[in-house]
């Protein structure tokens, strides 16, 4: 008899060894999965294609990526002022000294005309937009070559960099426009109902800004010569804004040229609206909302045709 046999006749005791070995038999093999199989299914695998044709901003890329966004301007603020003993004030002194020397030499000494209002108010509304736009260009010039090492390494939308510097320096002009309250309300200034307009104005004021940063930025990553030169390069901007001169000193007939520069129609236009010293320049505000419209698209697509280049020469 075989053993089977045997286990089945009466007072035959069963080895429950041999009843499992027997179960474990009858069951069907269980199958494996392979390693790479799981693998696949766990890991989500994102392909980098080239891009056809012209393409402004992959929208849907920037809103996945807003927690990078905030990330990074949270860092810049951070790092601006890392280890400082003044901090967040820097971005008070820094337009109240420069007010300081604009209205003793060319308010006391050149007598530059201020349109009937304190020089040192009239100075100050101008300053105010024009440093964050000239910080902004600074900052995203020099954004993408500090951060070398990152575009190596990882892949995200390179554009949030200079936006994100861009982004950073509202803060600085948050904290320097409530100086600009503060001596407005010194001097009994009551601005007019042209201060609806305050939101417009900022909007053209960061395009603008915007614009100017990728335009530079992307040159600044081929060519060095660009962060050396942005010295007088914002120099000869800020004169050829009315910063510490009125824009009615130049000429009628170029009038309309001069207002090419963004920053023309923002400093004019927060002076009508907040210290009443002419009607508000609408074709000053017309053309430098063309030119900042005009810079901010051909600086995105100028930096998305060169993006493919930053993490090889930066």
């Known amino acids: 008899?075989?053993?089977?046999?045997?286990?089945?006749?009466?007072?035959?005791?069963?080895?429950?060894?041999?009843?499992?070995?027997?179960?474990?038999?009858?069951?069907?093999?269980?199958?494996?999965?392979?390693?790479?199989?799981?693998?696949?299914?766990?890991?989500?695998?994102?392909?980098?294609?080239?891009?056809?044709?012209?393409?402004?901003?992959?929208?849907?890329?920037?809103?996945?990526?807003?927690?990078?966004?905030?990330?990074?301007?949270?860092?810049?603020?951070?790092?601006?002022?890392?280890?400082?003993?003044?901090?967040?004030?820097?971005?008070?002194?820094?337009?109240?000294?420069?007010?300081?020397?604009?209205?003793?030499?060319?308010?006391?000494?050149?007598?530059?005309?201020?349109?009937?209002?304190?020089?040192?108010?009239?100075?100050?509304?101008?300053?105010?937009?024009?440093?964050?736009?000239?910080?902004?260009?600074?900052?995203?010039?020099s954004c993408l070559i500090t951060n070398a090492g990152m575009l190596r390494k990882i892949y995200f939308p390179r554009m949030l960099m200079p936006l994100s510097a861009v982004t950073a320096r509202l803060l600085d002009f948050a904290v320097a426009s409530v100086v600009v309250v503060g001596v407005m309300v010194w001097y009994g200034i009551v601005p007019t109902w042209g201060i609806l307009l305050l939101p417009a104005l900022l909007a053209l004021m960061v395009a603008g800004a915007a614009g100017a940063a990728l335009w530079l930025?992307?040159?600044?990553?081929?060519?060095?010569?660009?962060?050396?030169?942005?010295?007088?390069?914002?120099?000869?901007?800020m004169y050829a804004a009315p910063v510490v001169y009125p824009a009615s000193l130049i000429p009628p007939r170029f009038q309309l040229l001069y207002a090419v520069n963004p920053m023309v129609g923002v400093i004019e236009g927060l002076r009508a609206v907040l210290l009443r010293t002419r009607d508000i320049p609408w074709s000053l505000l017309g053309v430098g909302t063309v030119s900042a419209v005009l810079l901010l698209v051909s600086g995105m697509l100028y930096f998305r045709n060169r993006e493919r280049l930053f993490s090889d020469v930066a």
Not at 29 to 45: E, F, I, K, N
Not at 63 to 70: A, I, S
Not at 228 to 235: N, P, R, V, W
């Open 217 to 237: 930025t992307a040159l600044a990553v081929q060519y060095r010569d660009v962060k050396h030169a942005m010295g007088f390069i914002t120099q000869i901007l």
């Open 1 to 141: 008899m075989t053993s089977e046999q045997l286990e089945m006749l009466p007072g035959t005791v069963r080895s429950r060894g041999s009843a499992a070995r027997r179960r474990s038999d009858r069951r069907p093999p269980r199958p494996v999965a392979s390693a790479t199989g799981d693998l696949h299914r766990r890991t989500q695998v994102t392909v980098i294609e080239k891009r056809r044709g012209l393409q402004l901003l992959n929208w849907r890329e920037l809103v996945g990526y807003r927690d990078l966004f905030r990330f990074l301007v949270w860092r810049e603020i951070k790092v601006r002022y890392a280890q400082s003993a003044v901090g967040i004030g820097w971005a008070v002194i820094q337009p109240l000294v420069s007010v300081l020397i604009f209205t003793l030499v060319f308010g006391r000494l050149a007598k530059v005309s201020s349109d009937g209002a304190p020089y040192a108010v009239f100075s100050l509304t101008a300053l105010v937009p024009w440093l964050f736009f000239s910080n902004a260009m600074n900052d995203g010039v």
